[in-house]
């Protein structure tokens, strides 16, 4: 049902190996340019830079510094682009205050951003392995990838564990979307 061609929330093709860490590709470019430009960030993301900025501006991610755009509002921008096309993005905002609070405040987050987009790869990579979109498998997956996880508060893992599970079934129907509109369009010729 779902295959991975594509990091998700990107244009960066995927291979077998980031399973575990897929933004392991982008933190050295990351490292050695200190940030993206907005340029760089549309051609990562395909999104359109009036997008990107209007999200910054609503506050649903942090203004870049000096122009460039650092890890964490990269990997916000990749989480909420891999959404969009099936959850509304007040949504999607809303569901990433459930899991870390304010965007400009780490002491209320329960997993960075960086973390949180690489567990949900892996969730994702093991859902299209699995060939499932089965919720009792996809909540078997995350409990197991959670499994030693310690937040900093009681809930948090249960929190993290519904937010992921929120978050895998939006990234399954926005490809199941992506899938319509390519039969449709070969509908219409």
């Not at 050295?28 to 999104?47: A, D, F, H, N, R």
């Not at 990997?75 to 891999?82: E, Q, S």
């Not at 299209?128 to 508060?153: C, H």
Request: hydrophobic residues 40%; charged residues 25%; negative net charge.
């Amino acid at each position: 049902m779902i295959t991975l061609k594509n990091i998700p929330g990107t244009a960066l093709e995927w291979t077998e190996g980031l399973s575990k860490n897929a933004f392991a590709v982008l933190s050295p470019v990351i490292s050695v340019t200190k940030g993206l430009t907005l340029s760089q960030l549309k051609e990562l993301t395909g999104l359109e830079g009036y997008t990107i900025q209007n999200w910054v501006k609503r506050g649903w991610v942090e203004s870049p510094s000096g122009k460039r755009y650092a890890e964490q509002q990269i990997v916000r921008i990749i989480l909420i682009n891999m959404l969009r096309n099936a959850m509304q993005l007040e949504k999607i905002v809303a569901l990433m205050g459930y899991i870390n609070g304010k965007v400009d405040d780490r002491s209320d987050d329960i997993i960075p951003d960086r973390e949180l987009f690489n567990l949900l790869c892996c969730v994702i990579s093991q859902i299209s392995e699995k060939n499932t979109t089965d919720k009792s498998q996809i909540m078997e997956i995350i409990e197991l990838e959670l499994r030693d996880y310690k937040g900093p508060n009681p809930d948090s893992k249960q929190r993290l564990e519904s937010a992921l599970l929120c978050m895998t079934l939006g990234f399954i129907a926005s490809e199941v979307k992506k899938e319509s509109d390519m039969e449709f369009s070969k509908l219409l010729g």
